[in-house]
């Protein structure tokens, strides 16, 4: 099973950027992934997660800004990230079944 995660990129106070996260690997179901970020010197944070049947969760600082949306049969899961802020500045990882992280994907926010 592998995760490819992408999207990450430099952009300003209030722009957006929309993250992804391909999974292959024969016989590989996703049940969940999840969004976790980790910025410099803090731990890794959940950011959003969405099951297979596309419920959703948010943390609190992201909530109404990031939106967290699937393509099963891509087996592809999308963050997109509104209005961001230089809070949001991190490495972004996608991990899915609670099982399998992918590589993280850095995303900076300048002000």
């Known amino acids: 099973v592998q995760l490819q995660a992408c999207g990450g990129g430099l952009v300003q106070t209030g722009g957006s950027l929309r993250l992804s996260c391909a999974a292959s690997?024969?016989?590989?179901?996703?049940?969940?992934v999840a969004w976790y970020r980790q910025a410099p010197g803090k731990q890794r944070e959940l950011v959003a997660r969405?099951?297979?049947?596309?419920?959703?969760n948010y943390a609190d600082s992201v909530k109404g800004r990031f939106t967290v949306s699937g393509d099963n049969a891509k087996r592809t899961v999308y963050l997109q990230m509104n209005s961001l802020e230089p809070e949001d500045t991190a490495v972004y990882y996608c991990?899915?079944?609670?099982?399998?992280w992918g590589q993280g994907t850095l995303v900076t926010v300048s002000s």
């Open positions: 991990y899915a079944n609670w099982a399998y």
């Open positions: 690997g024969s016989n590989f179901s996703i049940d969940a």
């Open positions: 969405i099951s297979r049947g596309g419920s959703t």
